[in-house]
């Protein structure tokens, strides 16, 4: 087996339900390397706080090319696994995808349900399932076990009739399960109580979002989580900061 093939195995490993794995959200190697020093085990890059660290807007408003430059830029600069929010494929071939992210270091991916290059439309859920299929062909032909990260944005969004959008989310995630996916995503702010019915109706470790100010790691264990990350949040919360510590900076009113 090789190095890499042995990261990706170790960095599914982490992920444990009831014993989450945290990935802070980075999106350059300053992030990372500070992620790293703080003794996270593993990170993930994000699409949103990647996109606004060059300008750009979330939903693949970045090429593909420059997300595997700044990907490179971040495994350079650490020595944990790194996952990748490759958000709906960049309407790349799965081959070329999976190929991109191994070649920059990376040893996970997000795949989402939601179809940037095509409006915003939704993926039907075997669609989905069939993608998930293709990545995992595409990196095991490799030899490494990319950690696949199928995620659906039924919640996110709030598609649909709130009453069997449970139950919709979940059939969509079991459909990824038994196309390969290792990780399960059902993003969205869930309180404990759904948190832990999707937990319990999910045969895969279970992705938790959240923001670093709130909550803590227990209460995700209890409710079954195996991986807590922080989307956009961890950047806001530094923005925020900055603003409170430049404004004492700031001319008075008049001067």
Do not use: C, K
């Not at 995808?97 to 039907?124: K, P």
């Not at 990824?176 to 045969?203: C, K, N, S």
């Amino acid at each position: 087996m090789s190095a890499r093939a042995e990261t990706a195995v170790a960095f599914l490993g982490l992920h444990r339900p009831g014993d989450p794995v945290v990935l802070p959200t980075v999106w350059d190697a300053w992030s990372a390397d500070l992620v790293q020093q703080g003794g996270f085990r593993a990170l993930t890059v994000g699409s949103h706080p990647l996109a606004a660290s060059v300008g750009a807007q979330d939903g693949e408003g970045m090429a593909f090319a420059q997300v595997l430059g700044r990907v490179r830029e971040i495994t350079g600069a650490v020595d944990i696994p790194v996952s990748v929010d490759s958000e709906s494929g960049y309407g790349l071939e799965p081959v070329r995808l999976v190929e991109g992210l191994l070649e920059a270091g990376a040893v996970g991916l997000n795949i989402e349900d939601t179809v940037h290059s095509e409006g915003g439309r939704l993926r039907e859920p075997q669609e989905h399932a069939d993608l998930v299929a293709a990545l995992r062909a595409a990196a095991d032909a490799t030899g490494v076990p990319l950690v696949i990260n199928a995620r659906t944005d039924l919640f996110l969004r709030a598609v649909g009739d709130p009453a069997d959008r449970f139950d919709r989310a979940v059939a969509r995630l079991l459909l990824a399960a038994q196309a390969g996916a290792d990780v399960l995503y059902p993003i969205g702010r869930h309180d404990p109580g759904t948190l832990a019915r999707l937990t319990a109706a999910l045969p895969l470790p279970v992705n938790a979002v959240t923001s670093p100010e709130v909550g803590d790691r227990a209460q995700f264990a209890e409710s079954g989580a195996a991986r807590i990350s922080f989307g956009p949040f961890l950047q806001y919360q530094l923005a925020a900061e900055a603003g409170r510590l430049l404004r004492r900076w700031q001319d008075a009113p008049g001067q």
